[in-house]
């Protein structure tokens, strides 16, 4: 399984950004996926995460309100659309797959696959 973030890039702040993660592999239909970041000093934050079906989302508080996870099955893709930017949303964001975990998760060690992850710099 390979995975693919894409979208990142320099947004002012109040900004929008949509993050896509491409996934290869027979598991994504039947995964958790989840959005983690992680800025310069910190640890890896939780972003984001939803189940198999697309029916249930869970997001971090710093995030709620502003971030909208979604899926498409049949294009393997995960977004991540992000709203009302703030420049303490600047991070290296992660998207991440359950392999055969199918329910949402906030902790990084129910994730198998990562991706490389995609830049997201918010300027005041």
């Known amino acids: 399984v390979q995975l693919q973030a894409s979208g990142g890039g320099l947004v002012q702040a ?3 950004l949509r993050l896509s993660c491409a996934a290869s592999g027979r598991t994504f239909s039947m ?4 959005w983690f970041r992680q800025a310069p000093g910190k640890e890896r934050e939780f972003v984001a995460t939803i189940d198999w079906s697309g029916g249930s ?19 393997n893709t995960v977004h ?8 303490e949303d600047t991070a290296v964001y992660y998207c991440a797959e359950g392999g055969y975990y199918a329910g949402t998760s906030y902790s990084e060690y129910d994730y ?3 991706g490389q992850g ?7």
């Open 14 to 16: 109040g900004g929008s």
């Open 57 to 75: 989302t869970f997001y971090g508080d710093s995030v709620k309100g502003r971030f909208t996870i979604s899926r498409d099955n049949a294009q």
């Open 112 to 114: 198998v696959y990562w």
């Open 31 to 34: 995964s958790a996926m989840g």
């Open 80 to 87: 991540l659309q992000m709203n009302s930017l703030k420049p």
């Open 118 to 124: 995609t830049q997201v710099t918010v300027s005041s």
